[in-house]
């Protein structure tokens, strides 16, 4: 059964902002905001650790806060006749993206930590740890793009509808028999699936492990989180040519040394 249908939507005062495909709302003054300095170290931490190199250094660019919580999420390149993309399932990212990419892995935190060890950690670990994909391989690194997505402003809502789609990523937590569920969809997520906050509900709580009945009842011991985010996206294409912009370049390009 689908959530009850929503109170009126709560009036917003919001500014519209850009970061990759999708679009939300600004986040306060004085947060962390994706860039693409974070999008050029994640190739520079996954190609040294496929090359089985040391860590690269973080350039100066990507500041050194110890409040941030983000996602790093890998997209493969297909021909049009490959068919089929990646799945919803794991970490915030959602089913590939806008170029006829499939998703290839994402992980992330939804704990603020250090962005120096959290940009490293997981753009590895979204490349090779995801665990519904095989490890990404040398060879495939010229097909990919990365986004990194830097989240802030987490909220609790009021109720299950206190969101609003394009604008808020949402956590979903409820606990049933003493056992916990938990599980996330970023922002743009919703977008890129084309769905409404039903669809969106429905899928958070199956992705949390939910097999059962999602009556009133149920919807109401859901607890719901709200945040927002900003995100850049980088194809292997710009990378090695300098990251001149922060379009995904679907134009073939050598493989890597």
Known sequence: MA?????????????????????????????????????????DALLASLRAEPPPSVPD?????????????????????????????????GGGGE??????????????????????????????????????????????????SVLSAFEEAADVHDWVVGVHGIIVSFEVGGRPYRATYLPEVMGDMGW???????SAVRKAGWTGRTDEQFWGRVRLRRYQSTKVSLAYGLYVRGAGGSDVDTSPSPPPA
């Not at 005062?13 to 050029?40: H, I, N, Q, Y």
């Not at 409404?196 to 429905?202: E, I, P, R, T, V």
């Open 3 to 43: 959530p009850p249908p929503p109170p009126p939507p709560l009036p917003t005062a919001a500014t519209a902002v850009t970061d990759g495909p999708g679009k939300g709302v600004a986040p306060p003054a004085g947060v962390t905001r994706a860039s693409l300095p974070m999008c050029v170290y994640a190739f």
């Open 61 to 93: 660019t990507v500041p050194d806060v110890a409040d941030v919580a983000l996602f790093v999420t890998w997209n493969k390149r297909v021909a049009a006749s490959s068919g089929g993309g990646g799945g919803g399932g794991g970490g915030g990212g």
């Open 196 to 202: 409404g906050k039903a669809d969106a509900l429905g």
């Open 99 to 148: 170029d006829g990419s499939r998703l290839r892995g994402c992980i992330g935190t939804l704990t603020p930590s250090s962005l120096h060890s959290s940009l490293a950690t997981y753009a590895v670990m979204a490349a090779v740890g995801d665990r519904r994909f095989p490890a990404v391989t040398l060879p495939e690194v010229p097909a990919l793009s990365v986004s990194v």
